[in-house]
């Protein structure tokens, strides 16, 4: 079990800034993968930044040169830096969290996906 606290959403008008944070704690050994999702309304829920347990990163390409994924590994926590944020940003960021376990004596996966509560993020002039 993981489980998964946001903060960090609000209200900001187009070229401004937020930080969206998630704490994870839980079983966050098994954890091989964190990253940030977002759904607006009447859209299906898209990728916007991974973030492996080896430091590799990965966005969307509508985020590209404006968000940066981090992580804090001491205090179990992912950051994501959103700049120069546009109208199209509004949605509710969701964390998540992907694990991967190993069944014992074999060379198979488990691999789960949790999620945290969803922050709302709201871009408006």
């Known amino acids: 079990q993981v489980q998964l606290v946001e903060s960090g ?16 704690s839980g079983s966050i050994f098994s ?19 991974t973030i492996t ?5 990965n966005y969307a390409d509508s985020v590209k040169g404006r968000f940066t994924i981090s992580r804090d590994n ?7 830096q959103m700049n120069s944020l546009k109208c199209e940003d509004k949605a509710v960021y969701y964390c998540n969290a992907h694990l991967r376990s190993t069944v014992y004596g074999t060379t198979y996966y488990n691999e789960y996906d949790y999620w945290g509560q969803g922050t709302q993020v709201t871009v408006t002039s």
């Open 9 to 24: 959403g609000g209200l900001v008008q187009p070229g401004g800034s937020l930080r969206l944070s998630c704490a994870a």
């Open 74 to 80: 001491a205090k179990n926590t992912v950051h994501l």
């Open 31 to 49: 954890i091989n993968a964190m990253g940030w999702y977002r759904q607006a309304p009447g859209k299906e829920r898209e990728l916007v930044a």
């Open 53 to 57: 347990s080896g430091g590799r990163t």
